[in-house]
T-cell receptor, first 114, second 112 residues
Framework: NAGVMQNPRHLVRRRGQEARLRCSPM?????VYWYRQLPEEGLKFMVY????????ESGMPKERFSAEFPKEGPSILRIQQVVRGDSAAYFC????????????FGPGTRLLVL | DAKTTQPPSMDCAEGRAANLPCNHS???????VYWYRQIHSQGPQYIIH???NNETNEMASLIITEDRKSSTLILPHATLRDTAVYYC?????????????FGTGTQLKVEL
């Protein structure tokens, strides 16, 4: 029973490039959440998605960041025109299709912007 | 979601019980207490959660006070691999927003 999978585990980008982070939820889970952890800081909520719907994006920066969770395939967190301040660990979590169910986290993607 | 207060750090001898406290004095009646831990920048690991009754699983026990304003996570026999940052999170269990609000947590260091 595979857990939440994220890839790539490490990603290096130069300033101005695009970063695409992928998250495959646990089997049977239809809710996905993205969190960001800046160096030496705590985890911060970014966005909560269900299949084909963004439910809560209150933690997403207004520009350059977008997320999707299509009907088929993994959830994608996309960062356009990356800047050094985007360097962080990005964690995805998933939960079953009921409100309030426990979230289980993936191993994260470490993004380094040069 | 209610705010939580945890000590920034704690030490524990290997083999002894680790008791991690959490204050959540503004908790509402429909809010659950969740505990996660993060081992050296890995993904957060779910440990346990409860509403008002004490809970136990293979990893830990959760003791919630009768007034629900505080709780204690107990690792009965701590090992070196339990060294991690432990997060106490209060969130609505049903019908509310689903995001987890992480504080600064407690850095538990288990030593020989």
């Amino acid at each position: 029973n595979a857990g939440v999978m994220q890839n790539p585990r490490h990603l290096v980008r130069r300033r101005g490039q695009e970063a695409r982070l992928r998250c495959s939820p646990m089997k049977g889970h239809s809710h996905v959440y993205w969190y960001r952890q800046l160096p030496e800081e705590g985890l911060k909520f970014m966005v909560y998605l269900q299949k084909e719907n963004i439910i809560d994006e209150s933690g997403m920066p207004k520009e350059r960041f977008s997320a999707e969770f299509p009907k088929e395939g993994p959830s994608i967190l996309r960062i356009q025109q990356v800047v050094r301040g985007d360097s962080a660990a990005y964690f995805c979590a998933s939960s079953p299709g009921r409100v309030g169910e426990t979230q289980y986290f993936g191993p994260g993607t470490r993004l380094l912007v040069l | 979601d209610a705010k939580t207060t945890q000590p920034p750090s704690m030490d524990c001898a290997e083999g002894r019980a680790a008791n991690l406290p959490c204050n959540h004095s503004t908790i509402s009646g429909n809010e659950y207490v969740y505990w996660y831990r993060q081992i050296h920048s890995q993904g957060p690991q779910y440990i346990i959660h409860g509403l008002k009754n004490n809970e136990t699983n293979e990893m830990a026990s959760l003791i919630i006070t009768e007034d629900r304003k505080s709780s204690t996570l107990i690792l009965p026999h701590a090992t070196l691999r339990d060294t991690a940052v432990y997060y106490c999170i209060v969130r609505v269990g049903t019908g509310g927003g689903n995001k987890l609000t992480f504080g600064t947590g407690t850095q538990l260091k288990v030593e020989l």
